[in-house]
């Protein structure tokens, strides 16, 4: 936001406004999507959008602040959401920016990329043997409703 030359008070405005029309949106597309904030302790470390349906569990949004990324804490909940989805017998999908740096992690967990939109891909990961249900509920225990 510092290359708009913006004040601070027009900056926040402005990314206030972003953030309610980015949750109407979402609400729009998935009104059953859970979303929460991700804590280390007591620390807000990021976010996350999952919708649960019939036929996929789709990652709507995860996102991390700065200084906590890097340090596993995606893989964790990545690999506990894919559990999950294995238990169920469901596929994880997802959307991605191309320029994503993220695109280094979901490829190291198995997601393929099963088109392209924009700048965009679309990326699924592939059913994996069913495992226990125990594993699957436990990155709740970061996520809270806010």
């Known amino acids: 936001?510092?290359?708009?030359?913006?004040?601070?008070?027009?900056?926040e405005r402005f990314l206030r406004f972003q953030y309610r029309l980015q949750q109407t949106q979402y609400q729009?597309?998935?009104?059953?999507?859970?979303?929460?904030?991700?804590?280390?302790?007591?620390?807000?470390?990021?976010c996350l959008h999952v919708n649960r349906s019939t036929d996929e569990i789709?990652?709507?949004?995860?996102?991390?602040?700065?200084e906590f990324r890097g340090r596993g804490i995606g893989t964790y909940i990545l690999n506990l959401i894919i559990a999950e989805?294995?238990?169920a017998g469901l596929p994880v999908r997802l959307?991605?920016?191309?320029?994503?740096p993220a695109m280094s992690l979901y490829n190291r967990l198995?997601?393929?990329?099963?088109?392209?939109?924009?700048?965009?891909y679309s990326l699924e990961h592939p059913l994996r043997?069913?495992?226990?249900?125990?594993?699957?509920?436990?990155?709740n225990k970061f996520i809270r409703r806010e």
Do not use: C
Not at 2 to 10: N, Q
Not at 95 to 100: G, L, P, W
Not at 110 to 120: C, L, N, P, Q
């Open 1 to 11: 936001m510092a290359s708009t030359g913006w004040s601070r008070e027009e900056a």
């Open 28 to 46: 729009h597309h998935y009104p059953n999507a859970s979303f929460g904030i991700i804590y280390i302790g007591n620390r807000r470390a990021g």
């Open 58 to 66: 789709r990652i709507i949004d995860i996102a991390f602040l700065p």
């Open 85 to 87: 989805a294995d238990s």
């Open 95 to 100: 959307h991605v920016a191309q320029d994503n």
């Open 110 to 120: 198995g997601f393929i990329r099963t088109g392209d939109e924009s700048a965009y």
């Open 129 to 139: 043997a069913a495992v226990s249900g125990e594993k699957t509920k436990k990155y």
